[in-house]
């Protein structure tokens, strides 16, 4: 009887996905799925993801002429490989949590027919969102999820753009090796995380890699998300006072924990950030200038002028009240465009072709709007070509300080903080 039902599912998701494809080749825009936090602690980096796809969908609907010289999707007048067809976005709020994601995502490919979904931010709500689109073949573009495991599990339809934390770890080793060598205290790491996948999967892999190369990790610090009270675990810091302290947390984590850590009046040599809360724009505006020094890491830094980074940040001011890209918002962005490539060389909403462009996708460095050196998927659905630099507050705003050749200023230590 199992057999029978699974038989009958399998069935019934194929004849779905044939008939997605008939019905979106007929209309005259392509429906991509949306999927952000866009209520509850991470709403204000989830509505900067969702402002940003909207840019990259005016790209495709309207285009740019600027910007159109250096990027062919900026062309505008729809989708020249479905015969114009506009891009249509139905965005739905997973509410920052993996059930609300996984609901979500069924509307959105059974009710709402998209051909295709981008999302979703947080590793632990992506790992149950991409698991439906598994299900129903729908290809599944990843722009900002960190946690390794997600291109572990043998998914076909999974496609992430971002560099991992893997990736990251070896920008924060390489880094604390450079300043250890030039006579910065940086012999007793910390690692403070939140609970979620997200900081469990990425704690783990700056750990296991730090161990590797010789890096002195003396504390491991858990704590549970949405946390109402650091105190415990600041204090838990202030007694040990390791060198270094690496925070994995979201935006509201991240402004309890400096809160937390001015009121109790502790501050390491070195304080970095693992991005996420701590370059959300909410973030930098409310506690920016109490963290003077604090490194953190970015896929995205302004280039000169007329550049691709350049001209699509002043389009996203111009969406976003003058305020730029972030980290997590550039990602977001350039993820979609990786999608919207795909769907273009397609020449159809048909979920397999679309699927295999994705695999096929092989975007030069210079067609980026964020710092990667272009985009090329391996046989886990993994972006190859990612890379980060490293960012350090300066007067309330980051500016990009490692490695050189990415550089604008130099490193300044220790850790200044609150102090004035």
Do not use: H
């Not at 069935?11 to 999927?35: E, M, N, P, Y």
């Not at 920008?171 to 007793?188: I, N, P, T, V």
């Not at 998300?225 to 060198?243: F, H, I």
């Not at 302004?302 to 976003?320: D, R, V, Y």
């Amino acid at each position: 009887m199992g057999k029978v039902v699974r038989r009958t599912l399998v069935a019934g998701a194929a004849l779905f996905a044939f008939s997605l494809a008939v019905d979106a080749g007929a209309q005259q825009t392509v429906k991509i799925g949306v999927l952000y936090p866009l209520s509850g602690n991470a709403a204000s980096a989830g509505n900067a993801s969702k402002m940003a796809i909207e840019l990259g969908a005016d790209l495709v609907n309207k285009g740019d002429p600027e910007l159109a010289k250096l990027m062919p999707v900026a062309k505008g007048g729809g989708l020249s490989g479905l015969n114009g067809a506009k891009i249509e976005l139905v965005v739905a709020d997973n509410q920052g949590t993996p059930a609300a994601g996984q609901n979500q995502t069924l509307r959105l490919i059974t009710q709402e027919k998209v051909v295709a979904m981008v999302g979703a931010y947080q590793s632990g709500i992506t790992q149950t969102a991409s698991a439906v689109a598994e299900k129903y073949g729908i290809p599944f573009v990843n722009p900002e999820s960190t946690a390794a495991d997600l291109t572990e599990r043998g998914f076909k339809w999974f496609f992430r753009t971002t560099p991992v934390a893997t990736n990251f770890a070896k920008a924060y080793s390489d880094f604390l090796k450079e300043q250890k060598a030039a006579g910065r205290k940086a012999d007793s790491i910390a690692i403070v995380y939140e609970n979620t996948e997200y900081g469990k999967s990425t704690s783990t892999a700056i750990a296991d890699l730090f161990a590797k190369e010789g890096r002195n990790v003396t504390m491991k610090v858990p704590y549970s998300a949405n946390s109402t009270d650091v105190q415990p675990q600041v204090l838990q810091l202030k007694e040990k006072n390791p060198d270094v302290v690496v925070f994995i947390s979201y935006t509201s984590d991240a402004i309890l924990y400096t809160k937390t850590l001015k009121s109790l009046n502790w501050k390491p040599e070195i304080m970095m950030a693992d991005s996420s809360g701590f370059n959300d724009q909410a973030y930098v505006k409310s506690m920016g200038r109490e963290v003077e020094g604090l490194i953190s890491r970015s896929a995205f830094a302004t280039g000169k002028p007329g550049s691709i980074s350049a001209i699509c940040e002043e389009l996203f001011k111009k969406k976003n009240d003058g305020v730029g890209f972030d980290d997590v918002s550039a990602r977001s962005f350039q993820g979609f465009l990786v999608l919207v490539d795909a769907l273009n060389r397609a020449g159809s909403t048909d979920s397999a072709k679309i699927q295999a462009a994705l695999k096929a996708t092989n975007m030069p460095a210079d067609q980026m709007a964020v710092g990667y050196n272009g985009v090329k998927f391996d046989d886990k659905g993994q972006n190859t070509l990612g890379s980060s630099l490293l960012i350090q507050m300066r007067n309330g705003e980051y500016v990009p300080v490692w490695p050189k050749a990415k550089a604008t200023a130099d490193v300044v230590l220790p850790f200044k903080g609150w102090t004035k």
